[in-house]
């Protein structure tokens, strides 16, 4: 089945440490994007690609960091720089053909706990 | 800017209707709607484009009001299923531009 994977679906880390949450699709998409989700505050974008080895920042991208060095795979890491880093982490991706006339398909998320 | 979505949340008994609005204030290209169970991942509803026709399944439709740069998600006869929160992302005109997420109207539906 086609369809995007996250994993670890909750980690926790110590505060200062650097963590990297991974995702994976194989539903052949040019697209891939990292939000982050808070409590009410809906969905914000934290970086998307459109192409392997091309990224651009979203809304939020202080404090994260990603590469985009296969097609399939989109890692983000947390780095200690993003002064609230607990929340709940989506990826997604979607075809890129059409720009935002593109549906995006969302894993499965991690839950990011900072002790 | 985020488009506002309005209610921020409502009740319904099974069996009512309900309306849950969509406003940016951009010139749009498209709306996408999600429904999102807690802790799971948001699942696509529809996606409605600038002159395209009104989307729906039987008991879930939506409009796109251009002009007005706005969107309604229209449920009809509620089921136990349709709880969670339903999110509207908005698609901007001109350009390559990135779709933006609303805040999320909490829906719950109780026998």
């Known amino acids: 089945d086609g369809g995007i994977t996250q994993s670890p679906k909750y980690l926790f880390r110590k505060e200062g440490q650097n963590v990297t949450l991974s995702c994976e699709q194989n539903?052949?998409?040019?697209?891939m994007y990292w939000y982050r989700q808070d409590p009410g505050q809906g969905l914000r974008l934290i970086y998307y690609?459109?192409?392997?080895?091309?990224?651009q920042k979203g809304d939020i991208a202080e404090g994260y960091s990603v590469s985009r060095e296969k097609k399939e795979s989109f890692p983000l890491t947390v780095t200690s720089a993003q002064k609230n880093p607990t929340a709940f982490y989506l990826c997604a991706s979607s075809s890129g053909t059409s720009g935002v006339a593109d549906t995006q398909y969302f894993g499965p998320g991690t839950r990011l706990t900072v002790l | 800017q985020q488009p506002v979505q309005s209610p921020q949340a409502v009740i319904l008994r099974e069996g009512e209707d309900a309306v849950i609005n969509c406003s940016s204030s951009?010139?749009?290209?498209?709306v996408h709607w999600y429904r999102q169970k807690h802790g799971e991942a948001p699942v696509f509803l529809m996606i409605l484009l600038k002159g395209g026709e009104q989307k729906g399944h039987e008991k879930i439709s939506a409009s796109f009001n251009e002009k007005k740069q706005q969107s309604s998600l229209y449920l009809t006869a509620s089921q136990l299923s349709y709880s969670g929160t339903y999110f509207c992302g908005t698609g901007p005109a001109g350009g390559y531009q990135k779709v933006t997420f609303g805040t999320g109207t909490k829906l719950q539906v109780i026998p």
């Open positions: 690609s459109q192409i392997v080895n091309d990224f």
């Open positions: 951009k010139a749009l290209y498209s």
């Open positions: 539903l052949n998409h040019d697209a």
